[in-house]
């Protein structure tokens, strides 16, 4: 080899330098404690959470992994689904909302007891969700609803004393404007809070009507809760660590406006060509395409914050996650608004395709956009950083694993579903799945792994040791943003 392109490689950096977080904005330690229990509770369910994912994907390839009836997959895949839902994401997720709720309405928050009670809740009900799970009790084959209802409304009420502790925050602001992060965060608690008391009220529910409210729960749950949740939050933290504001404030309020407009009609695209009313479904399909509207106008507000920002992004390690989480809300969302097509859903319906679209949204839009707020705010709360080198580990885990998840599903789901649309023996479209269920187990265990060493990060960056930031130390006032 040429010497100089030797020496030139042996000098390369492991990692490109990512900057030291210069600024600790703990002015109130109550409340950081609190941000950092939600937080630390959270990365124990993704870590629990997906390990339960990974041990799933590994049945895909050795289905007689074992002979345990609390290891089946029927009871492993809800407790999986609800462990990421209800633990990871949404502790994560709201344990990032208390910091930022009080933060953009420049108050302390109204009450720390409330935000505790609301964790010990939340926290409670995930647990006693599980083991109801494990032992075979839940409210039947009800996606995503298979909590039984003492359980859920444990979790509801954890909810509903959020929202009362942020509207309180917010009734009580110094500024003038309510921004937009509470906009978004606000409505998600109220529209789940509706959300859950609608889809666990049994009056209704007898035949299709439960057909209707089980496809308005499956997709309320994503998008009127995750979805506005992380965005809100995201309208707070990508311009918090640019350091400049938010590209557009009309924008995030029409994308707002028009998430609750199309978003809340779109649950019968769960179940087209079902008995459901024709037009029924027809509706849902429209307004799956009008959804097209505050997904370009959400995407494009942070793309072109970020624009002329390409110095922030390469030397922050938080960026970079929150660009990835954009970049695939745009994507999934896509996906998801032409899988609605009748033609297209014939295709994609029962196969791994919808699989696939799952994690891109879920993974590569809400966990990734979670990581970013909290590798961006932990540091500046608690003054210790975790090492840079495996934040960034982190990261390429995480998104290579999504990468070999995501295409392997969408090419494999796509070739399952045109199998079983061409007449062949349903044997055959599980020969070809094979390979591609064997590179899921693939990049879930990169994905696992990124799991891991975010556990280890969220250790390293916890509050009461000895401060490991530079000297001095920018004593930010509270402002906004
Ligand atoms: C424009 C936005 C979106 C549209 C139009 C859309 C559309 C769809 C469609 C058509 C399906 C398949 C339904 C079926 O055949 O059963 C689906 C499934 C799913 N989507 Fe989306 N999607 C969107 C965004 C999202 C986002 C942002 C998330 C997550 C935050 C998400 C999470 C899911 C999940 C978890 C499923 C699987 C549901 C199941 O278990 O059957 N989607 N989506
Ligand atoms: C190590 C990472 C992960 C692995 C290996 C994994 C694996 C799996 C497996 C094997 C299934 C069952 C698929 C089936 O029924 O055919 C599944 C379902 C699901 N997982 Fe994961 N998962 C992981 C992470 C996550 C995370 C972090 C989330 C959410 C934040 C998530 C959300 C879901 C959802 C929504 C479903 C239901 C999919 C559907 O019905 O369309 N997963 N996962």
Not at 27 to 39: I, K, N, S
Not at 203 to 210: A, D, I, L, P
Not at 221 to 246: A, D, S
Not at 300 to 323: E, K
Request: hydrophobic share 50%; with cysteine.
């Amino acid at each position: 080899m040429d010497p100089q392109l030797r020496s030139k490689l042996t000098r390369r950096p492991l990692a490109v330098a990512k900057a030291a977080i210069d600024e600790l904005i703990d002015d109130d330690h109550g409340l950081t404690t609190l941000v950092f229990a939600y937080l630390v509770s959270a990365a124990w369910w993704l870590v629990f959470g997906t390990l339960v994912g990974l041990y799933l994907s590994l049945k895909f390839v050795w289905p007689e992994l074992d002979g345990v009836s609390w290891l089946s997959f029927g009871r492993l895949r809800p407790i999986h689904t609800n462990t990421v839902f209800w633990g990871w994401s949404s502790h994560g997720m709201v344990g990032l909302a208390y910091y930022v709720v009080p933060r953009t309405c420049r108050r302390r928050l109204y009450s720390y007891r409330l935000g505790w009670v609301a964790l010990g809740l939340m926290s409670a009900s995930v647990l006693a969700g599980d083991l109801c799970l494990a032992a075979g009790i839940s409210n039947g084959a009800q996606e995503y609803r298979e909590l039984v209802w003492p359980v859920m409304l444990m979790f509801a009420s954890g909810l509903a004393l959020t929202l009362y502790n942020f509207y309180r925050t917010v009734v009580g602001r110094t500024t003038r404007e309510i921004y937009i992060s509470n906009w978004y965060v606000l409505g998600a608690l109220i529209w789940t809070l509706t959300l859950i008391t609608i889809s666990y009220l049994p009056f209704y529910q007898r035949g299709f009507g439960e057909t209707v409210i089980q496809g308005y729960y499956m997709h309320q749950g994503v998008g009127m809760w995750f979805t506005p949740m992380v965005l809100g939050l995201t309208y707070y933290f990508l311009p918090k660590f640019l350091n400049k504001p938010i590209y557009s404030y009309s924008l995030g309020v029409l994308a707002f406006w028009t998430q609750m407009f199309f978003y809340t009609m779109i649950g019968s695209h769960h179940f087209l060509y079902s008995p459901l009313p024709w037009w029924l479904q027809t509706v849902a399909i429209l307004f799956s395409i009008g959804m097209i509207v505050p997904v370009v106008a959400g995407t494009a507000n942070f793309l072109l914050t970020m624009r002329g920002s390409g110095h922030a992004l390469r030397s922050s390690y938080a960026v970079p996650f929150l660009l990835v989480g954009v970049v695939y809300y745009f994507v999934g969302s896509m996906q998801g608004s032409f899988e609605a097509l009748r033609s297209l859903n014939l295709l994609w319906h029962f196969s791994s395709y919808t699989v696939g679209h799952s994690h891109i949204t879920m993974y590569g839009f809400v966990s990734f956009l979670i990581w970013g707020g909290a590798y961006g705010l932990l540091p500046r709360l608690s003054g210790r950083e975790a090492p840079h080198l495996s934040i960034g580990i982190h990261f390429w885990l995480a998104f290579i694993g999504l990468m070999i998840y995501g295409v392997s599903l969408s090419v494999g789901g796509t070739l399952q579903g045109l199998s079983w649309k061409h007449g062949e023996p349903f044997q055959n479209s599980v020969v070809l799945m094979a390979p591609y269920w064997l590179w899921r187990a693939v990049g879930g265990t990169l994905m696992f792994g990124s799991h891991l060493l975010f556990g280890f990060n969220m250790w390293h960056m916890l509050p009461g040791r000895t401060p490991a930031l530079p000297e001095p130390l920018t004593q930010e006032p509270a402002r906004a943003i």
